[in-house]
């Protein structure tokens, strides 16, 4: 059975996603395929297609005889760039498994990540070839290190050695679409980063849907703030301008390196989580900035309140749309709605504690809604589904559903329910389904608040704290045992409302939540300078952090 993708036929049996990246280089040649700031210059480097996919056969002929070969697990720390784009390609070539891990996690987390992979191979840059030299527990099976940049003393190979000098193609390994093609670790929100194993079906699938839910076509150019997401654009023949910018801090983010871009090479398409959007925005709306060739922006890692689709849609042209998927790193993408009905439709909702609408599932993927449930279930029933209305625990399935963590039997059984020959992934999330089938967002079931009379939903609640125009954002976390919690609620000012008055401040938000019956029990709030964020999109509130900083002032 042959299934087309695009331009691509792909048997149903057999299917490796580097096969992606020469389908358009045999395209588009001469296109550009990544774009990037050259250095302390005025200008942009740049590689075609045509290079990329060249590049991506040297290093698999050079990775190969180094040793790296199907089924090799390989950690890769390497700056967003040519490397890393034609790195990653030849991994999937070769059959070999990358490895991704946000380099932002802590050292405690890392060694745990990293001693769970046993990487075989191990290609980075100096800074993380130390951090392998202080950790040889967590490196037991290495067998290939490759040093991307100037290599000291701890031996290996450098990046030069495994680049062949020749231009013979590397015939792609005829990978199965349920083998695994990558294990991409979770940001560690909510509890120890976990290792996804992607296949490549998986992957293969997910391009499709961005191509065809979100209608990307090869004649557009992307700005991606996300260094993964960079590689979808290889994939579907998109040029990859990569801005100048630190990714693991998106809302430190300079705005001006993210306009420049955007102007200089006109581009259409950007990613950029909720926290690199607010800054940007905010520095926008301030100095009438423009970007008239942008048609479509994507956010995703966390709810983006209204106020930023407003500021960005300031910038952009009238028929330009703000994408907001829902997903997690297990599952990606399960749902979407754009900005337009938010702004006109669910924000209103939204302001009153009715949660964050995160739109209708998308084509060919089954979304429900269970009881609320903190211990495994093992088997499915139809009898778990609740009705439209009803809160309770978001569960997915469908062809972009990863099947397990890597080396962690604990959280898969956790996280995944058997149904007959498929499996349905537990979001951790909690939501709803309204009257006309759209799916809203109440939360992380972990951050649930259970008090000894109610139950409260974190984005329900901050919702309503959320509307006075002194809060920057505002975020419930619950203190004691679950069951007889005490709910608090923590605060993050405006920058420009640092110095109010806050004795008013706080009776006006008390007099909010008195005035809404999602809130009206809580009456501890709690001014925090900065609340902690997750390392991958800075967006992703780290409630269980602020929890023990509020315990300490809650006496």
Same mark, same amino acid.
């Given at each position: ?96 498994v ?31 070839h ?9 490196f ?27 231009d013979?193609?590397?015939?792609s ?52 703030t ?27 983010v ?57 500021r960005?849609?300031a ?11 829902? &997903?997690?790193?297990?599952?990606? %993408?399960? #749902?979407? +709605? *754009?900005? $337009?009905? =938010?702004?006109? !439709?669910? @924000? ?6 009715? &949660?964050?609408?995160?739109?209708? %599932?998308? #084509?060919? +993927? *089954?979304? $429900?809604? =269970?009881?609320? !449930?903190? @211990?495994?279930?093992g ?9 439209p ?11 972009v ?53 109610e ?31 005490k ?16 004795k ?50 809650v006496?």
């Amino acid at each position: 059975m042959i299934e087309r993708v695009g331009l691509i036929e792909a048997a149903a049996d057999t299917c490796n996603i580097a096969d992606q990246l020469r389908a358009m280089a045999t395209r588009f040649p001469d296109k550009h395929a990544v774009v990037w700031p050259i250095a302390r210059e005025a200008g942009y480097g740049h590689i075609t297609f045509d290079g990329l996919n060249s590049e991506a056969d040297r290093y698999a002929h050079g990775l190969d005889a180094a040793g790296v070969t199907r089924g090799t697990r390989t950690v890769v720390f390497v700056k967003p760039g040519v490397e890393f784009f034609a790195l990653t390609f030849a991994l999937f070539r070769i059959g070999a498994v990358p490895v991704m891990i946000d380099p932002g996690i802590g050292k405690q987390q890392m060694r745990l990540c990293l001693s769970r992979v046993n990487a075989e191979a191990f290609i980075a840059v100096p800074l993380a070839h130390v951090f392998r030299k202080l950790s040889p527990s967590s490196f037991r099976d290495l067998r290939v290190s490759i040093t991307v940049g100037r290599r000291w003393l701890w031996g290996g190979l450098q990046l030069a050695d495994v680049r062949a000098d020749h231009d013979r193609p590397y015939e792609s390994t005829p990978t199965r679409a349920d083998e695994t093609a990558a294990i991409l670790f979770t940001s560690g929100s909510t509890g120890p980063a976990k290792g996804v194993v992607y296949t490549h079906g998986v992957f293969d699938a997910q391009v499709r849907y961005l191509r065809t839910h979100f209608g990307f076509s090869d004649e557009e150019k992307d700005l991606p703030t996300f260094p993964l997401f960079a590689l979808f654009d290889a994939a579907l023949g998109m040029t990859a301008v990569i801005p100048d910018m630190d990714f693991t801090k998106p809302a430190s983010v300079d705005p001006r390196k993210i306009i420049a871009p955007i102007r200089d090479h006109s581009l259409t398409q950007m990613f950029g989580s909720p926290a690199l959007l607010d800054s940007l925005s905010r520095y926008g709306v301030a100095h009438g900035i423009r970007l008239p060739t942008i048609k479509r922006v994507i956010t995703a890692g966390a709810p983006v309140s209204p106020a930023v689709l407003e500021r960005m849609h300031a910038m952009l042209p009238d028929d330009a749309l703000i994408h907001t998927p829902y &997903g997690a790193t297990e599952s990606l %993408p399960v #749902a979407s +709605i *754009d900005s $337009r009905e =938010i702004l006109t !439709d669910t @924000q209103t909702r939204t302001a009153s504690g009715g &949660g964050t609408c995160v739109g209708r %599932p998308m #084509a060919g +993927i *089954d979304v $429900r809604v =269970i009881p609320i !449930d903190d @211990q495994p279930i093992g088997n499915w029933s139809d009898e778990l589904p609740l009705p439209p209305g009803k809160i309770g625990e978001i569960v997915v399935r469908g062809p972009v559903v990863t099947r397990t963590y890597h080396n962690d039997a604990p959280a898969t059984a956790a996280a995944k329910i058997s149904d007959s020959a498929t499996l349905w992934h537990r979001m951790g999330d909690v939501g709803y389904f309204d009257e006309r089938s759209r799916l809203w967002f109440c939360g992380r079931k972990a951050h649930r608040v259970v008090t000894a009379n109610e139950t409260l939903y974190t984005v329900r609640c901050e919702a309503i704290f959320n509307q006075h125009p002194d809060v920057h954002r505002s975020a419930l976390v619950g203190l004691g045992t679950r069951g007889t919690q005490k709910a608090v609620i923590c605060i993050e000012l405006e920058e420009t409302s640092r110095e109010c008055d806050r004795k008013t401040l706080t009776a006006a938000l008390l007099k909010l939540a008195a005035g809404n019956t999602l809130a009206y029990s809580i009456n501890t709030i709690l001014y925090h300078p900065g609340f902690p964020v997750d390392v991958r999109h800075n967006a992703k509130i780290f409630r269980e952090k602020l929890a023990v900083w509020a315990a300490g002032k809650v006496r």
